[in-house]
């Protein structure tokens, strides 16, 4: 069963950094690009980063030079750093494949506030 398990979250002032982990189970990691997706209240979800099994990443223009996604192939787990946090990042975090498989976790609360 393809399952994903989300952690790292928090609660944040801006300008500060986070560093978010999903273990994956179920699925040929390795092989698979994985991303991490996020949804704010009232909110469609958006993907934020994608990692190919090789380490090529790309990420949303609101993210770029910020975040950072990463992947232990040998954990089957995929990060994500992210740097000078700001109000409008605040959102559930998830991790799941790309394209997405129907199976979602239950996310972790990233909370930028002062």
């Known amino acids: 069963q393809v399952q994903f398990e989300e952690s790292g979250g928090g609660l944040v002032q801006p300008g500060g950094s986070l560093r978010l982990s999903c273990a994956a189970s179920?699925?040929?990691?390795?092989?698979?690009?994985m991303g991490w997706y996020r949804q704010a209240p009232g909110q469609q979800r958006e993907l934020v980063a994608e990692?190919?099994?090789?380490?090529?990443?790309d990420y949303a223009d609101s993210v770029k030079g910020r975040f950072a996604i990463s992947r232990d192939n040998a954990e089957k787990t995929v990060f994500l750093q992210m740097n000078s946090l700001k109000f409008e990042d605040t959102a559930v975090y998830y991790c799941?494949?790309?394209?997405?498989?129907?199976?979602w976790g239950q996310g972790t609360q990233v909370t930028v506030s002062s």
């Open positions: 179920g699925i040929l990691f390795r092989l698979s690009v």
């Open positions: 799941n494949l790309r394209p997405a498989h129907d199976n």
């Open positions: 990692i190919t099994g090789g380490g090529i990443t």
